[in-house]
């Protein structure tokens, strides 16, 4: 009997757990690995626990330099590395990661830092064997010699180089003889490349799949060896202002795999050198001619036979009526269209081109400011399988048009009608569509929260919305959005004058929601924002600026519960010295703006600063230039902070419907 009770004692002890198997254990972590909080939940609830999340981490995104050996010694078998918030790599922080990752990482992104070099990465070349993936966007002082590094990379397959504008044909020529198994590389900006390079990389790298060449000084020279490359599918010419019509003419010669091109502002392409696709590029699914050529009737039957075609983005070209009629008797059934701030879009041309093309799943119809609801009842009788809806700005639609929305388009899961006419009975009927994730109802003056309050009891899977300036909203409809929308992630109600602390309340059962703007709410206090504090933690962007009730008493909570805050601006609010400090303990935070803090002091601010260690940019009004000293500035910009110095006087306020007046002028 005796036995029989130990053996019971000791199987009600046991951790079932140890039952499980380590893959059983690493697939139910799989369930939790996007949210930080709960894998270190999980890591604190014993030993087994912490040493078995240590084995399952596979990616990682340290938060600064300093935490680097530490943070891989406890992780070590990551594979990918995010260094995007650590802004101070060096070459030191390489020979660590090198020497203890070794053959076990598979990718690294170095796309914030601007500290390392030659020695660096060949020490990332040298011990992990197994890179395939380097992210190296912006390092802008990196030369020929840090690219002949990266050339010793011999399983390299992607490479971004974006911005590296003292990288030239040398130092790309070194990389396209090393890394002949590349199947992505971008050369975004690196105006120091020319034809020789890109000439180079298609002569060498036969596995080229991916190839950005926006904004290089190259000409038809190169296009030819490019589009012989057998298996290249999306190449980015965006901006490279050599090619034209006659470069164009090299795709007659065949690119069959290709089914991605993009030849934004690239102003002397015209629909002569586009005919050459048709017998060229037959696999084509997506095509951008952004701030291009004219949409014409030529242009619109020059691509008409492409079978393949799915997407076409137009935006910020002239159209006429006749091209977009044409586009709409293409043969294809397109599934996304982008006709952003196109000049020249009527009724007549979109109600013509919708009426053929019902399997729209996208569209985008911003500052299309000739379009009425015509237009609308077209869209939402043709396209009911819509899922995104963008359409900032359409003036001249009138409210009874947004009806017609919810009525026939309940698929959608997008929808922008900032800068719009609609109302409550508006809201109402796009409450309708439940699987709506993002909302955007900026300047929107005739909405009021009988109208959000629909929304809220009916849209549950809303992730994102935007309030922006439409000043009919107050804590009633907030308070329907809070209840029906638990896992609300992005909120901006700036300019939402009638706000108060029972919206900020009812807004911290949003355990999600990481981005909060609402600058320009004045009667918003310290109480209800260190309510938000408390009850969201995974805060990361914070916008009080103008908030004139909201000092000390505020930061001392984010200081203690947001922990993952990345960014707070906090210009014209109570804030003083100690608020500030308190911030600094913040280990995430990057990014601030302190403009016209009447509490703040030179003393106080250097503090902060030097306290924050991570800080990377920093916003300040030009006053305390003259009044911090000039070694204080060069110690932070020597940790990878960057200044941004304003000088504007306070500005009063403008009535919602003024503003909106003085918006209208400046988009016209």
């Known amino acids: 009997m005796k036995r029989q009770k130990t053996l019971e004692t000791n199987a009600n002890n046991s951790n079932l757990f140890d039952l499980l198997s380590e893959e059983i254990v690493f697939t139910i972590l799989d369930f939790i690995d996007t949210n930080s909080l709960d894998r270190k939940s999980f890591s604190l609830v014993c030993k087994s626990f912490y040493i078995t999340e240590s084995k399952h981490r596979k990616n990682l995104k340290p938060l600064r330099q300093e935490l680097l050996p530490r943070v891989l ?31 076990s990482l598979n990718s690294i992104d170095l796309s914030r830092s601007r500290f390392f070099s030659y020695n660096g990465l060949m020490s990332l070349a040298s011990n992990c064997k197994n890179l395939v993936s380097i992210d190296l966007s912006n390092a802008t002082e990196l030369r020929d010699a ?25 130092g790309i020529g070194c990389i396209a003889v090393g890394c002949k198994k590349l199947r992505l590389i971008s050369l975004k900006w690196c105006i120091g490349v020319s ?10 790298c036969k596995e080229i799949r991916s190839l950005d060449l926006s904004y290089l000084p190259i000409t038809n020279k190169c296009l030819p060896s490019i589009l012989k490359l057998q298996h290249l599918e999306d190449i980015v010419l965006e901006g490279c202002f050599g090619i034209d019509d006659d470069s164009l003419a090299a795709l007659k010669h065949g690119c069959k795999s290709m089914k991605a091109l993009d030849i934004s502002s690239c102003q002397h392409i015209s629909h002569v050198g586009l005919s050459s696709l048709i017998s060229g590029a037959g696999s084509l699914q997506q095509l951008t001619l952004s701030y291009s050529c004219p949409v014409t009737l030529a242009l619109a039957n020059s691509l008409k036979r492409l079978s393949m075609l799915q997407s076409v983005k137009l935006d910020g070209c002239a159209v006429t009526s006749a091209g977009l009629t044409a586009i709409g008797n293409w043969c294809i059934t397109l599934s996304e269209l982008s006709l952003s701030k196109c000049v020249g879009v009527t009724d007549e041309g979109l109600s013509s081109l919708v009426t053929k093309h019902k399997d ?21 009788n ?88 439409s000043a009919g909203i107050t804590d009633l409809g907030i308070l329907a959005i809070s209840r029906g929308c638990p896992g609300l992630e992005m ?15 009812s807004l911290s059962k949003c355990s999600r929601l990481n981005t909060f703007e609402s600058r320009g709410c004045p009667l918003i206090t310290s109480l209800g924002l260190a309510a938000i504090a408390v009850g969201c933690k995974q805060l990361i ?25 990345r960014q707070i601006t906090l210009s014209y609010s109570l804030v003083t010295d100690v608020g500030l400090l308190a911030l600094a303990s913040i280990s995430c935070l990057q990014s601030m703006t302190v403009l016209h803090l009447k509490g703040l002091t030179p003393s106080g601010l250097a503090a902060a600063l ?35 110095w304003r000088d504007k006087e306070f500005q009063a306020e403008l009535d919602p419907k003024c503003y909106k007046l003085q918006w209208e002028d400046i988009a016209q």
């Open 73 to 103: 010694n406890r992780y070590p078998h990551v594979n990918h590395l995010d260094l995007s918030l650590c802004p101070r790599i060096n070459d030191n922080s390489l020979n660590v990661i090198s020497n203890t990752c070794k053959d």
């Open 146 to 170: 840090a690219a002949a590094a990266v050339a010793e990379v011999k399983n390299l397959e992607r490479l971004w180089l974006g911005r590296c504008k003292l990288i030239t044909d040398m």
């Open 195 to 204: 034809d020789l390079g890109v000439g180079l990389i298609a002569v060498k």
């Open 360 to 380: 729209l799943k996208k569209l985008d119809i911003t500052c299309c400011r000739k379009i009425t609801d015509v237009s609308i009842a077209y869209i939402t």
């Open 382 to 469: 043709s396209c009911t399988n819509l899922t995104s809806l963008r359409m900032e700005s359409c003036t001249l639609v009138p409210s009874e048009a947004f009806v017609l929305i919810g009525q026939r388009c309940q698929f959608l899961e997008e929808l922008d009608l900032t800068d719009n006419e609609i109302d409550d009975e508006g809201l109402k009927s796009i409450s309708r569509c439940s699987k709506l994730s993002s909302l955007k109802l900026g300047i929107c003056l005739n909405i009021s929260d009988e109208g959000l309050s629909h929304v809220g009891m009916k849209c549950s899977k809303l992730t994102e919305l935007d309030l922006y300036r």
């Open 491 to 505: 909120i901006n109600m700036s300019y939402c004058i009638d706000i108060t602390d029972s919206s900020l309340l």
């Open 541 to 565: 962007k914070l916008d009080i600026k103008k908030c004139h009730n909201i000092g000390d008493a505020a930061m001392l909570p984010l200081a203690h519960f947001s922990q993952n805050l």
């Open 610 to 644: 030097l306290a924050c260690g991570g800080l990377t940019k920093v916003k300040l009004h030009l006053s305390f230039k003259s009044l911090l000293p000039l070694p204080l500035f060069e110690h932070l910009e020597a940790r990878g902070c960057v200044f941004e």
